[in-house]
């Protein structure tokens, strides 16, 4: 990780695809159906392990009820990302960011601990082989992956946004990212969000 004089942050790593915030807002244009991230019986985009379901702490990334059972909504799990509306309720879906629609790029926790300025929420943008998508930091990641990316950016980037088998394992995209300058995509302007 490095960062210029202009406070741009920025590093190269592989793409790992983060489907996480994928809740049913989005439909599949082959078939209409929803696209959720994680489903019951393992259905969904993402497998279930990847939300730490049944044998971890899957209660960091799926929203569970009063029985701390995930919550199932319109046949999938409800999953939540870092990055979240705070005007909107728990248990709506548009409260985290949709995978599929929202380009954002997930940060490591000792990157955002690093810099100056506030991190969930900025500016961000991936290249990859001469394309580029403007992003949103939409979520935090563990130490092991320094790369990775929404369903919406990998389609934008021309990349294999399935995050079971796609994304890319050379350490080929260019991450660079401006804490502290909230991020403006498709009309909307996040806020900056201090964890």
């Known amino acids: 990780m490095l960062e210029d004089d202009f406070k741009r942050v920025y590093f190269t790593a592989n793409a790992d695809i983060d489907a996480d915030g994928m809740n049913g807002q989005s439909r599949d244009p082959g078939t209409d159906k929803r696209l959720f991230a994680y489903a019951p019986g393992d259905h969904g985009r993402d497998a279930l392990k990847n939300a730490g379901y049944p044998n971890g702490n899957f209660r960091e990334i799926l929203v569970c009820g009063s029985s701390n059972r995930p919550l199932v909504f319109n046949g999938g799990f409800h999953s939540k990302t870092a990055y979240f509306r705070e005007e909107k309720k728990w248990d709506d879906p548009d409260r985290y960011l949709d995978s599929a629609s929202v380009p954002y790029i997930v940060v490591e926790d000792f990157i955002r601990k690093r810099v100056g300025g506030v991190v969930l929420g900025c500016r961000a943008r991936v290249t990859w082989r001469g394309a580029s998508v403007e992003c949103v930091v939409g979520d935090l990641g563990p130490l ?35 804490p502290g300058h909230s991020a403006i995509i498709g009309g909307e302007t996040f806020s900056l969000i201090r964890r």
């Open 144 to 178: 092991y992956k320094l790369g990775e990316l929404s369903v919406a950016a990998a389609d934008a980037l021309g990349m294999d946004s399935n995050p079971r088998t796609g994304g890319v394992e050379e350490h080929e995209v260019l991450y660079e990212l401006w």
